[in-house]
């Protein structure tokens, strides 16, 4: 099976620019998450997507953050104005819905905000 | 609210040496338990899942309900276990939790 594909692989842009991630999880996974690793410190969670539904949206730091999940396929994340905090590598995973089903990460963003 | 720990950012092992990653949770419920690893240049991936009580490339995990643990350990580390490993309890709705990942480096 196809795996999960982050589009860009690198991302730089100016403080106070638009930018749009893009995930396209692998075929029938219902679960799509968003992950934010920024440097030096831990994965955390940013929101969690069942179909086109937002599930938890608990990490979702500020309200400059926007992700969608339009039809419940791919899945865009938005950062409208960047900041310089915003840099860090963005992750997108997938997953079935039972319990026990593992994620299945794409190979992230690397986000800069200059 | 659930917290995971992993208390060794930097773990230094000679090849043959065992190893233990160690992980503490506080999670309400009964989570799943999950260890992943990302080797160099290569996405984060699933090592191995408690529920499956599996050996993946001879690691295995132990979960400890009362310590509210799950270590994970390997006999013999080899050079290509060097990674970083994360270990994420799974909650309610499948939320993933990630630790801050510890750094296992194997040297020859």
């Known amino acids: 099976e196809a795996g999960v594909t982050q589009f860009p692989s690198h991302s730089v842009i100016e403080k106070g620019q638009t930018v749009t991630l893009r995930c396209d999880p692998i075929s029938g996974h219902d679960n799509l998450y968003w992950y934010r690793r920024v440097m030096g410190k831990e994965i955390k969670f940013l929101l969690h997507?069942?179909?086109?539904?937002?599930?938890?949206e608990s990490g979702m730091p500020n309200n400059r953050f926007l992700a969608e999940r339009t039809g419940g396929t791919y899945s865009t994340l938005k950062v409208q104005p960047a900041e310089l905090e915003d840099s860090g590598v963005y992750f997108c995973?997938?997953?079935?819905?039972?319990?026990?089903?593992?994620?299945?990460f794409g190979n992230g963003t690397r986000l800069t905000v200059t | 609210a659930q917290r995971v720990t992993q208390p060794e950012k930097l773990l230094s092992v000679f090849k043959g040496a065992p190893v233990e990653l160690k992980c503490n949770y506080s999670y309400s419920g009964s989570p799943e338990l999950f260890w992943y690893v990302q080797y160099s240049r290569q996405r984060l991936q699933l090592l191995l899942r408690?529920?499956s009580r599996e050996s993946i490339k001879g690691f295995t995990a132990d979960l400890n309900k009362g310590e509210t643990s799950f270590h994970l350990k390997k006999p013999f580390a080899q050079e290509e276990d060097s990674a970083m490993y994360y270990c994420?309890?799974?909650?309610?709705?499948?939320?993933?939790?990630f630790g801050t990942g510890t750094k296992l480096q194997v040297i020859p």
């Open positions: 995973a997938s997953s079935r819905r039972d319990n026990n089903s593992p994620l299945h």
């Open positions: 994420a309890p799974s909650g309610g709705y499948q939320k993933v939790t």
């Open positions: 408690h529920i």
């Open positions: 997507f069942v179909k086109e539904s937002k599930q938890d």
